[in-house]
């Protein structure tokens, strides 16, 4: 951390959260970023419109939860503030929702903070989205989300970050503490070319880009319910066709799902 409490901005190299919101049109990005952005454009240039679609996902998905009573959002992995921003849709649906944003990155927080100080019941916390029980136990989640009753856990667009066993863990670990009736949101970027993995991993600053397949996801929701039209390419999940492209024509595609915990579990 920097002085007066503001957390240091390293522009020596490309940030996660901030290269993704110039791929969504958003201003909290420098020129490191937004040069690699587009070096990685011409090799694949759906980069951005994925992440756009990512984003159409989440907000077609959260407005199912609405829909389904869902009035409890905690948001995994949030990133930068882009508008429309999740609580900004979610309350177009349901103006008292609870909104948890929780990031690890420490510029990511003190955004989303300074955004989020000035609505009631929208919350950001600073924490490794693997550590459950730190995360359960920050007080900003503790004051928003009522574990008793159903809550929408969104893991969009950050899971292709962390090795298989990890999102499992995650996803699980979530699913497990949430009330039957709870959602799971989840999108990750499905690239299947190792050449570009290498070099999103590099334009995302981590030291591997994951590639998780249908079959990894079809894993994490084994004991939900899957909301229709089950796993899909974002489009297709929007346009409630389902599927996946048989010959995408592009290096990858959003995978993403929603899904409910029953009853029974
Ligand atoms: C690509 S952005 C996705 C933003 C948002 N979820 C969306 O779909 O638009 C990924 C975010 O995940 C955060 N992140 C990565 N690993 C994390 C972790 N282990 N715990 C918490 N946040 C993490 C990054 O800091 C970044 O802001």
């Known amino acids: 951390m920097a002085e007066a409490g503001r957390p240091m901005i390293d522009v ?9 919101s110039y791929l969504l049109g958003g201003k909290d990005n420098f020129a490191v970023d937004r040069e690699a952005v587009e070096r990685i454009l011409i090799r694949d240039p759906g980069l951005k419109r994925r992440a756009r679609l ?5 907000t077609g998905a959260t407005k199912r939860a609405i829909r389904a009573g869902i009035d409890q959002f905690i948001d995994l992995g949030s990133g930068l503030p882009v508008h429309p921003w999740a609580h900004e849709v979610i309350r177009l649906g349901s103006p008292l929702a ?8 420490p510029v990511v927080f003190s955004h989303t903070n300074a955004c989020a100080a000035v609505e009631e019941g929208i919350v950001a916390a600073l924490a490794d989205i693997r550590d459950l029980d730190a995360v359960l136990a ?9 574990l008793s009753q159903p809550a929408c856990v969104i893991l969009a667009a950050v899971c292709h970050l962390l090795p298989p066993a990890e999102v499992a863990e995650v996803a699980a670990g979530y699913m497990r503490v949430m009330p ?4 799971l949101v989840f999108s990750t970027e499905h690239i299947t070319d190792l050449a570009l993995r290498a070099q999103l991993a590099k334009l995302y600053g981590v030291d591997r880009f994951y590639d998780h397949c249908q079959e990894i996801v079809a894993s994490l929701f084994a004991d939900l319910d899957l909301v229709a039209p089950g796993i899909s390419e974002a489009r297709r999940w929007l346009s409630g066709l389902g599927g996946v492209p048989a010959e995408p024509g592009q290096p990858g595609y959003m995978l993403c799902a ?6 029974a579990s």
């Open 180 to 183: 039957a009736g709870s959602w």
């Open 98 to 105: 609870r909104v948890a944003y929780v990031d690890s990155d």
């Open 138 to 146: 920050e007080p900003a989640v503790h004051s928003a989300i009522d």
């Open 54 to 58: 990512n984003r159409a996902f989440v």
């Open 12 to 20: 020596s190299k490309p940030n996660n959260a901030r290269v993704y």
């Open 258 to 263: 929603a899904g409910v915990k029953p009853l």
